[in-house]
């Protein structure tokens, strides 16, 4: 099994330590590819509300993962629209084969 050491800097950076064998190659890209994906998340998140609309999840589970549920997307952006307006709405219809970045 790969050895991984995730270290956070603070300036909120993270640096993987990754020392794997031949066998563990692939076992280690899967995990660095869900801590890059999370630590992506994390930065969207300290800027912006994260709804999310997902069939298979529950309202508990999306809440699990930091995720406000959202059940239509129709309703939840008319109600942001009314509740902030001038607010940016952005809809990623790919979820997470989209990567959003806000700019400063």
């Known amino acids: 099994m790969a050895k991984v050491a995730v270290v956070l800097d603070v300036q909120g950076q993270v640096e993987l330590k990754v020392i794997l064998s031949d066998s563990d190659a692939a076992e280690a890209l899967r995990f660095l590819k869900e801590v890059v994906w999370a630590q992506i998340q994390a930065q969207v998140q300290l800027k912006a509300d994260v709804h999310v609309y997902a069939d298979g999840l529950s309202d508990e589970e999306l809440r699990r993962a930091l995720f406000t549920p959202c059940r239509s997307i129709e309703e939840t952006v008319a109600r942001l629209r ?21 700019g400063v």
């Open 82 to 102: 009314s509740e902030r307006p001038g607010a940016a709405i952005a809809v990623l219809p790919d979820g997470p084969q989209t990567v959003p970045y806000i």
